[in-house]
């Protein structure tokens, strides 16, 4: 028999007995069963030996580490025989000798990158490469060494355990995980301890779990912790390799410490004039936790002023803030006394044994005095006054008072945006009110003002008050018609029939209600057409007194109707009833009436067909009048203004010709200007009776025609030079517009656009001492003229 022989010449040859078998190989037979047809089955011994590999890790030689041989027993040593290895590593990581059949590993190798190699291996004959033996399995386990140091999960830890744990109270548990082999030996079996961190925690060297070791560690002392844990292998003997990792614990907080106040007693001033509301005070409670344990409820367990104050927490800063509920009055309290608790919200019962978890402290308030408006007695007033009062007549009075210590005079007046009609007035110094005009109940039966009250040493503090005055009735009107009826009778009435209902409407009130009677006037009652019934109900009947009307004899009566209340004084009055007689027939329907009773039938009175005769002629007279002025096409003068402009001015608005026109102004009173009357007086000046005119010495006769008008206008001028008694008036007449023959254009400036501060007036002295008064007005500096 060939045996293939695999061992591992350094290490393991005890395993070089171990043998495996299968059928199909020669070898010593054995009977081990028989087939299905009952031919025993017989198996070979196999011709070659199996084993495992072992190989260290991280080998530092310099040569190839040696792994083991393979060897056949069909090997005799004459090269004939070629070993074959394939499989994991093969070539690269593993070579073989293909003559001796030794193994070696060309690089070093690393358990925790790979634990084990799966190869296999065969003979083969170098010149036949006939298999000698059937291809075998085998495997090259790494054996592990102490490489690797424990490792933790997390670096750094972080962790809360609440302040005042008990002792081994758990924290948090670390875990530090070691590459290496768990299997063999010690070098992943690892142990915690404690570096930095003792006295105030442990931990479990098997489980990695650390606990608090010290009792009563308070936040508000030290919040925060830093401990380093070692996890070291080989069972924490001399030798092993070890990791650390830091763990961050903070103590969070739990309510046991209560809030305190840092003052017993606190003081706050307040103006009296503080609104509702308003807050007059802030305080605080200081309290070491933090966060829910930390929020306070202050609330107010004793007051001299019930109700006065309110507290309430501020939940973003846990302020206790004092508001005010109602108003402050210096002059009737001056300080208020509070007792102010405050307590926690949330309490822990594990801590009740620290001691109660609350505080109390006193609050004082001063009411600082403040000038205020006066004061009125009432918050309103209401006055009743007769409509026939006579002016004058006091109808009540308003009262109020400086609530100061000086105790201020007051002053009263009414505010007039109340009172727009002046109807009443108030008494400055009393406030007795009264009225001023006559009233009229049915015009307004009330009257709403504001009566000011004003602080006289301080007239910026005011105060009002309402007064609704009541106007009372007073039997002052006359009943008349409740409405304008338009009645007819018929031709073939029947005495004593019934023509009309009538009413009556009085704008007075009175308590008991109306009651009117109805009467026929004396004056008509002996000639009376028809009678008048009172009903006793406030209305009364149109009777007939006779058979028949005519209505060609006589076609409207005017039935005077004496209406009178009931009151005191009693009024009454005399309203005309108007009946047209009018053609009905047998059932009383009318048939025919004359012109003023078809109006009426058709629903118009005679006030309305005057209120529309009226309107006609209104629209008629703005046609007229609209239609006048179109026609006219009035020019606009050039001077629109009449002011005094120390100029009498003669402006003609109609059209001159020009040069070419000669009937426009009479040229002869220029050319004879002894036709002028002397005696005639100027309408500008002062009457010549007063001052004496100034004699001239007549004119040689004009020959000449532009002479005669150069003379004249020469005397005239020296005329006026010359007289004391004449103003400094000048008679300058104007054309509008210029005819159309002329090549000047239009010779007025009393249009121009220019204003006095635009011309230059200097040329004035360049034409002589007629223009020296004008040209010392107007030719200065501007500074002069504006002097």
């Not at 390799?241 to 001033?269: A, C, Q």
């Not at 109390?360 to 409509?387: C, G, H, L, N, Q």
């Not at 009175?605 to 046609?623: E, F």
């Amino acid at each position: 028999n060939k045996t293939f022989i695999i061992k591992n010449t350094l290490l393991f040859s005890s395993h070089l007995a171990l043998r495996r078998t299968t059928g199909g190989r020669r070898g010593s037979a054995g009977l081990t069963g028989q087939d299905a047809n009952g031919v025993p089955l017989r198996r070979s011994k196999r011709g070659w030996m199996w084993n495992q590999f072992f190989l260290l890790e991280e080998y530092t030689g310099t040569d190839m580490q040696y792994v083991g041989k393979l060897h056949s027993d069909g090997d005799r040593g004459d090269g004939s025989v070629r070993y074959v290895l394939t499989g994991e590593g093969a070539g690269s990581l593993f070579k073989i000798d293909e003559k001796s059949g030794d193994i070696h590993a060309t690089k070093r190798l690393d358990r925790e990158e790979k634990a084990y190699y799966i190869l296999h291996a065969k003979a083969i004959n170098r010149f036949t490469n006939e298999a000698l033996e059937g291809q075998s399995e085998f495997i090259i386990k790494i054996h592990d060494i102490n490489d690797n140091e424990p490792r933790f999960t997390k670096d750094p830890y972080m962790a809360r355990v609440p302040e005042m744990s008990d002792i081994g109270t758990s924290v948090i548990q670390v875990t530090a995980i070691d590459a290496d082999d768990p299997t063999y030996g010690n070098s992943a079996r690892v142990v915690y301890s404690i570096l930095e961190g003792q006295p105030y925690f442990s931990v479990d060297p098997e489980t990695g779990l650390i606990k608090t070791a010290l009792p009563g560690m308070d936040r508000e002392v030290k919040e925060n912790y830093q401990v380093v844990i070692q996890a070291k292998d080989m069972a924490g003997q001399m030798g092993g390799l070890s990791g650390t990792t830091t763990v961050s614990i903070t103590l969070s907080d739990v309510n046991d410490n209560p809030p305190r106040f840092t003052k017993t007693v606190y003081e706050f001033r307040v103006p009296e004039s503080t609104e509702l509301g308003s807050v007059v005070g802030v305080i605080r409670a200081m309290d070491a936790d933090i966060g829910e344990n930390a929020e306070m409820d202050y609330r107010i367990i004793g007051s001299d002023g019930p109700g006065m104050f309110d507290i309430s927490t501020n939940r973003s800063t846990q302020d206790g803030v004092i508001v005010l509920r109602k108003p402050l009055d210096f002059e009737r309290k001056r300080q208020y006394s509070l007792r102010i608790q405050v307590e926690n919200s949330h309490i822990n019962p594990r801590f009740f044994s620290v001691g109660p978890f609350r505080d109390e402290a006193t609050i004082k308030i001063i009411v600082e005095d403040v000038d205020e408006p006066p004061v009125f007695e009432r918050t309103s007033y209401v006055m009743e006054v007769k409509e026939d009062a006579a002016r004058n007549t006091v109808i009540g009075s308003v009262s109020a008072s400086d609530p100061d210590d000086k105790n201020s005079l007051v002053r009263y007046s009414i505010d007039r945006r109340t009172d727009m009609d002046r109807m009443f007035n108030v008494h400055a110094g009393n406030g007795s009110v009264f009225i001023l005009r006559e009233l009229d109940r049915e015009e307004s039966a009330w009257h709403n003002i504001s009566v000011i009250a004003t602080e006289f040493n301080n007239p910026r503090q005011i105060s009002r008050v309402p007064v609704y005055i009541r106007v009372l009735d007073v039997n002052d009107n006359a009943p008349t018609f409740a409405t304008n009826y338009e009645t007819f009778v018929c031709e073939n009435a029947k005495a004593n029939q019934r023509i009309q209902t009538v009413s009556a409407a009085d704008p007075d009130e009175p308590l008991g209600g109306h009651r009117f009677f109805f009467s026929l006037a004396q004056e008509a009652a002996g000639k009376a057409n028809f009678s008048v019934r009172d009903n006793k109900d406030n209305t009364a009947w149109i009777l007939t007194r006779r058979n028949s009307y005519n209505s060609l004899q006589k076609s409207i009566y005017h039935v005077p109707v004496v209406i009178s209340d009931g009151e005191f004084p009693m009024q009454s009055s005399t309203n005309t009833l108007t009946i047209r007689v009018c053609t009905c027939d047998r059932e009383g329907n009318m048939k025919l009436c004359n012109a003023e009773a078809f109006t009426a039938r058709a629903g118009l009175s005679t006030g309305a067909l005057v209120a529309i005769l009226l309107c006609v002629i209104i629209l008629l007279m703005i046609v007229v009048l609209f239609a006048a002025l179109r026609r006219q096409r009035k020019k606009e003068p050039l001077i629109i203004s009449k002011e005094d402009v120390r100029d009498n001015v003669v402006s003609y608005n109609d059209e001159g010709g020009g040069e070419e026109d000669t009937q426009a102004f009479d040229i002869g009173t220029l050319r004879n200007p002894e036709a002028i009357e002397e005696s005639k007086q100027r309408r500008d000046i002062v009457p010549e009776t007063f001052y004496p005119p100034v004699r001239r010495p007549a004119l040689p006769p004009i020959r000449d025609t532009n002479g005669d008008v150069r003379d004249f206008i020469n005397q005239r001028l020296q005329d006026n030079d010359s007289d004391p008694t004449a103003p400094p008036y000048d008679s300058l007449a104007t054309y509008a517009y210029e005819g159309n023959g002329s090549v000047a254009e239009s010779l007025s400036s009393l249009d121009s656009v220019t204003t006095e501060g635009d011309q230059d007036y200097n040329y004035l002295s360049e034409w002589g001492p007629r223009f020296k008064k004008l040209a010392d007005m107007y030719g200065g500096d501007d500074s002069d003229r504006d002097s």
